[in-house]
């Protein structure tokens, strides 16, 4: 299968290293590669870990032409207000009767029943496992493993950035050095305050919300406070209680709807949500027939959210 990666950022470039390392097992060939910041490159015999770039294709759509790919893979950054470009560029390589997958959660959050409906309508899939929980199972779970199975709602921490800033003001660092030190760790957005803002959960919230419960959300209307009011005093003070403060993403069925939120909560160590340290995230599902479970992807880092990818380019393989 021919691939054509939009994006080649540390996500892209850790897919190209897994895709190279499995290339006898699995018959994947990246034969065009564009970015805004490197430019474009393109070999109809596939391009290696560390390509050549050219000067950048005119468009998205004359890259995809010129690719001769059977699928996109979108890795741009996010933007959690518009999806944009991420879903201009995924309606690109659907309309042409591609195979996407992509990692960047903005799209799911904000257009996920349009783009939904233009693959199915073009007769191709269209796969997003690493938006969420990076590449551990939490949409392919439900997909693959849970038939006739509700979700009623869910709840999780599954921001990285936060956790390490409120865990540096634990330990008495300010919130700049949290912020700091998340940035030293390749975890932040592009824009920080995504982070700490709870928009990038809330883009989560919204996300999870729109394939799991069917809600027709967008970020904008996950109500949605973040953790910029946190003080190393106050987070020093709930320390002494016994507690800890975690942003949590929470999503549930009511009679009137779905009702999601994000918020900075206090929560005993004890809890299973709290359980999560440095860039671990943790989520929990109820559902109608299994109960409450969860899942728990301990510091994963990069080569998790390509593998996320890696899963999804595997989906779509005949015979898999």
Request: proline content about 4%.
């Amino acid at each position: 299968m021919n691939l054509a990666l939009i994006g080649f950022g540390n996500v892209g470039r850790s897919l190209a290293r897994l895709l190279c390392r499995k290339r006898r097992e699995f018959p994947f060939r990246i034969t065009g590669i564009h970015t805004l910041r490197h430019g474009t490159a393109l070999d109809p015999n596939g391009l290696g870990e560390n390509p050549s770039f050219g000067p950048p294709a005119a468009s998205i759509a004359d890259f995809l032409d010129a690719s001769n790919a059977d699928g996109a893979v979108e890795l741009t950054t996010l933007n959690p207000f518009t999806g944009e470009p991420a879903i201009s560029h995924i309606r690109a390589g659907i309309a042409r009767g591609m195979h996407v997958v992509t990692a960047n959660k903005g799209p799911i959050a904000q257009a996920f029943s349009t783009l939904r409906a233009e693959a199915e309508a073009a007769q191709v899939q269209f796969r997003f496992e690493s938006t969420v929980m990076d590449g551990a199972p939490v949409f392919n779970l439900w997909r693959s493993n849970l038939p006739g199975v509700q979700v009623l709602g869910f709840a999780g921490a599954l921001n990285s950035t936060s956790k390490v800033v409120i865990e540096t003001m634990e330990q008495g660092g300010s919130f700049e050095d949290g912020l700091a030190a998340a940035r030293s760790l390749g975890i932040t957005e592009a824009d920080g305050a995504y982070d700490a803002e709870g928009w990038d959960s809330a883009a989560k919230t919204a996300a999870l919300a729109n394939v799991l419960l069917d809600a027709h959300t967008t970020t904008q209307q996950v109500p949605t406070r973040g953790i910029t009011r946190l003080t190393p005093e106050r987070v020093q003070a709930i320390v002494r209680q016994g507690k800890t403060v975690r942003l949590i993403s929470r999503g549930r069925r009511t009679k009137a709807g779905v009702s999601l939120r994000v918020r900075a909560e206090v929560l005993e160590r004890s809890d299973i949500l709290a359980s999560g340290r440095g860039t671990s995230n943790v989520i929990l599902f109820h559902t109608d027939l299994m109960g409450t479970f969860g899942s728990v992807s301990v510091n994963p880092g990069v080569e998790q959210t390509a593998y996320g990818v890696f899963s999804d380019l595997v989906s779509l393989l005949p015979d898999r």
